[in-house]
């Protein structure tokens, strides 16, 4: 079967650095997403890595290995607002997406 | 403001009740998308629309039954439902089908099956 996996929750302190790792075993890769979800508001798309290396968008990065199965989301000069869940999801072989359980972030003061 | 905008955003039912969720998108997408997510597990598909045609429905039960009238709105209608139906719903579009990548998310329509 398809997976994907993530860890369920981390807490880390403002003005730090968090990774978020996603491993997975999809039949096919055509590219990873990670999405930021808010408690109570939508999803919304940070990053589409296809090709192996890192992403990078301002304190956010996304690195990928397809070798390996394996990715993660890179948060640096964490804020309070960076408190939410981060989903992480790969486009199958048959272009359908395959979504983690998503890793909920805590930012402690 | 993500351009996907639900209603309502919270509803509580009973399992005889008959309801209908709504979702329109102001973004100019050809694919509208309806997801489950229930707590600590990974959103479930529901169903695909392009060019407002049904494209995939991943096993669904008939008591959810999507309308798609154009390329801006899409309905779920919901009937006779179960208390394991209690969840967030969720619409989504896209432009062109997910193969093109980012999805467009709205806020969710939460759900309590009593």
């Known amino acids: 079967g398809q997976n994907i996996d993530q860890p369920t929750e981390m807490t880390a302190t403002e003005g730090a650095i968090v990774q978020i790792n996603c491993t997975y075993q999809?039949?096919?890769?055509?590219?990873l997403f990670w999405y930021q979800q808010h408690a109570g508001e939508a999803p919304t798309f940070l990053s589409y890595?296809?090709l192996d290396g890192l992403e990078e968008k301002g304190r956010f990065s996304s690195f990928l290995s397809r070798s390996k199965g394996y990715s993660y989301l890179l948060l640096k000069e964490l804020q309070m607002k960076d408190s939410a869940s981060y989903l992480c999801a790969v486009m199958d072989s048959n272009y359908q997406l395959i979504w983690g359980a998503g890793t909920k972030l805590i930012i402690k003061p | 403001e993500t351009g996907v905008t639900q209603t309502p955003r919270h509803l509580v039912m009973g399992m005889t009740n008959k309801k209908s969720l709504k979702c329109e998108q102001h973004?100019?997408?050809?694919?509208m998308y309806w997801y489950k997510q229930s707590a600590k597990k990974p959103l479930e598909l529901m169903f695909v629309y392009s060019l407002e045609e049904r494209v995939e429905n991943n096993s669904v039960p008939s008591r959810f039954s999507p309308e798609c009238p154009n390329s801006s709105h899409l309905f779920l209608h919901l009937h006779t439902l179960q208390p394991e139906d209690s969840a967030l719903y969720l619409c989504?579009?896209?432009?062109?089908?997910?193969?093109?990548?980012?999805?467009?998310f709205g806020e969710g329509s939460r759900l309590t099956v009593l």
């Open positions: 989504a579009s896209s432009q062109g089908d997910s193969t093109t990548g980012e999805l467009f």
């Open positions: 999809t039949s096919g890769f055509n590219g």
């Open positions: 890595n296809v």
């Open positions: 973004l100019g997408h050809n694919a």
